[in-house]
Nanobody
């Protein structure tokens, strides 16, 4: 089993910054992808940014140039640095851990979510 613990959400004014953290614990497979998704009120959950253990990053166009995803592999932790925040970034942000193990299959785990509110 893999457990995720998120931190770093909160209230910030437009143009401000926040950093989200997510630490994974438990049965971590060396080849994995960790990242962030978000869900705004009345909308579907969407990908924000992911970063694989091999270093491949994927960010949604709306956050490119403003958000940065990074990982501290020794601590199994992923970070999302969010700069130049906009009111439309307001959402619950969920950490995700994904791996695929031979003969076992996929392990896909979600954090409980952390609320980010950007005021105008």
């Amino acid at each position: 089993q893999v457990q995720l613990v998120e931190s770093g959400g909160g209230l910030v004014q437009a143009g401000g910054s926040l950093r989200l953290s997510c630490a994974a614990a438990g049965s971590i497979f060396s080849i994995n992808t960790m990242g962030w998704y978000r869900q705004a009120p009345g909308k579907q959950r969407e990908l924000v940014a992911t970063l694989s253990s091999g270093g491949r990053a994927n960010l949604v166009d709306s956050v490119k140039g403003r958000f940065t995803i990074s990982r501290e592999f020794a601590k199994n932790t992923v970070y999302l640095q969010m700069n130049s925040l906009k009111p439309e970034d307001t959402a619950v942000y969920y950490c995700n851990y994904l791996d695929f193990r031979p003969n076992i299959g996929a392990t896909n785990v979600w954090g409980k979510g952390t609320l980010v509110t950007v005021s105008s």
